[in-house]
């Protein structure tokens, strides 16, 4: 072995010495340069719980899950309202079970649920007493936010509630034909200080009589009304609610929705909860519903986990209560995916301005650094330039095996002159359907590591 090439498989082999550590100082200021993230700031209060569980559950359901088409089902079916209110005659999810949903939520690697107590449909999940067409008044006969509130509490998984604005039975809500409302109806009484007035009294039941609530996610605030005394209200009531951005003013975290966003960032400068449904077309339970890879979810879900988001992946229940086993299988095989690279997503850091690549994305513990190969693989390489120094240990996180890792020169870089770590032999086509994430375990700082002059750089005959 040439003494300026090195070849790592694992524990044991050759560590590189002798190289000077650079001054702290220059670190921070290359730090700085590169484009180092500022830490999203915590709240610094019982909100700081959404800051550790990261990935949830999100879960539409309602009496929409009856026809099986789509949770809009109403208003892109053109459903007159006096037909689809009849959908409350036929609603009996015998089958509904609270802690079978927890269990797949932790079958999954889920840490939080977030369920549709209200959607655009006007239908309520909860014994409101501020309108009838509730799941009370049904064949059913039972309050489903009480009994997921008890499961959540006695198995300590944060709870959190969306809330649609629109609403297309409540005869004050202004339908007045925008997207996501229906064209005006006869027999209403448009008039929007009664329907917050409404509202503001579902908000009292749903954050006083469940016990502790810990997010409150609005949807679909068509008026644009801005208001910030109905979240402080919230605040009030639940001071460990987290709030989402589609409410009454901009709330504590933002919302992409369905990778929609195509941001590049390598960090996000506020909170985020990205949100994903596993069927293609519908939030809610549909009966042909087509499906997202595997491979699809893992990329969008390890994306935004590496940049210091939060993840919902939603699924709508059948209408008698059970996930879709199709659906089921997806949170079951995303879970043991998710088991064997949590510990890069969970208590680290965005770490992606370290390295020139754009094909990866880095987190960070300590010395550990963490490759995130969430985009296609171009082939079973990857180089980390600038780093110029092996790791002590390198570890494919989703088999547990040793990765061949190498520091000399390439042809690409003939004009630097300069060698780069690479990670040699990935799996890249025996694992294709999947996130493949690396585990660096260094001896030194990583912003050393990632500086000229941090290891190697004079090229021998013998590299060449």
């Not at 609403?167 to 008039?191: C, T």
């Not at 992409?256 to 449904?277: G, H, I, L, M, N």
């Amino acid at each position: 072995m040439n003494r300026r090439s090195f070849i790592r498989t694992g524990a044991g082999a050759l560590a590189v010495t002798g190289l000077a550590p650079l001054a702290s100082y220059a670190a921070k200021a290359e730090a700085k340069k590169s484009g180092a993230p500022k830490t999203i700031k915590r709240f610094g209060d019982g909100r700081d719980w959404f800051f550790e569980k990261r990935f949830g559950l999100f879960v539409h359901w309602g009496v929409y899950a009856i026809p099986g088409w789509h949770e809009q089902h109403q208003w892109r079916a053109r459903v007159p309202r006096a037909e689809f209110v009849k959908l409350a005659q036929q609603w009996n999810p015998v089958k509904f079970d609270a802690n079978a949903w927890l269990d797949l939520l932790e079958a999954a690697g889920m840490k939080y649920i977030c369920l549709t107590t209200k959607h655009h449909d006007g239908f309520c999940l909860w014994d409101t007493q501020q309108t009838k067409f509730n799941t009370m008044n049904t064949p059913y006969g039972k309050d489903i936010v009480r009994q997921l509130a008890d499961a959540c509490h006695q198995r300590g998984v944060p709870l959190c509630l969306y809330y649609s604005i629109a609403d297309w039975n409540q005869p004050n809500y202004p339908n007045e034909g925008r997207h996501h409302e229906l064209p005006p109806q006869a027999g209403d009484a448009p008039d929007w200080k009664k329907y917050l007035e409404f509202l503001k009294a579902q908000v009292r039941e749903l954050c006083m009589n469940y016990g502790e609530i810990h997010g409150f996610w609005w949807d679909m605030n068509v008026p644009k009304h801005k208001d910030p005394s109905i979240n402080a209200l919230i605040r009030q009531l639940q001071p460990k609610a987290v709030i989402n951005n589609r409410g009454f003013d901009e709330g504590d975290f933002g919302t992409p929705e369905r990778d929609y966003e195509k941001d590049v960032a390598a960090t996000f400068d506020r909170p985020t909860e990205a949100c994903q449904s596993v069927g293609m077309e519908s939030w809610g339970f549909r009966r042909d519903e087509d499906y997202y890879t595997d491979r699809h979810l893992e990329r969008s879900i390890d994306r935004y986990l590496a940049r210091d988001g939060n993840y919902l992946l939603n699924v709508g229940p059948q209408a008698d209560g059970q996930m879709p086993e199709v659906a089921a299988g997806i949170l079951r095989r995303i879970g043991q995916w998710y088991g064997t690279i949590k510990e890069s997503l969970e208590g680290v850091q965005p770490a992606t301005y370290l390295t020139s690549n754009r094909t990866v994305m880095l987190t960070r513990r300590d010395r550990t650094l963490y490759v995130h190969m969430n985009q296609d693989l171009l082939g079973d390489g990857v180089k980390l330039k600038p780093f110029n120094v092996l790791p002590k240990r390198a570890t494919l996180l989703n088999t547990g095996r040793p990765i061949e890792c190498v520091c000399n020169l390439t042809p690409a870089d003939h004009q630097e002159q300069k060698a780069y770590l690479r990670l040699r032999n990935l799996p890249a086509n025996e694992l294709a359907n999947t996130v493949l994430v690396a585990k660096l375990e260094f001896d030194r700082p990583l912003e050393e590591l990632a500086q000229p002059g941090a290891g190697p750089e004079k090229i021998t005959e013998g590299q060449k």
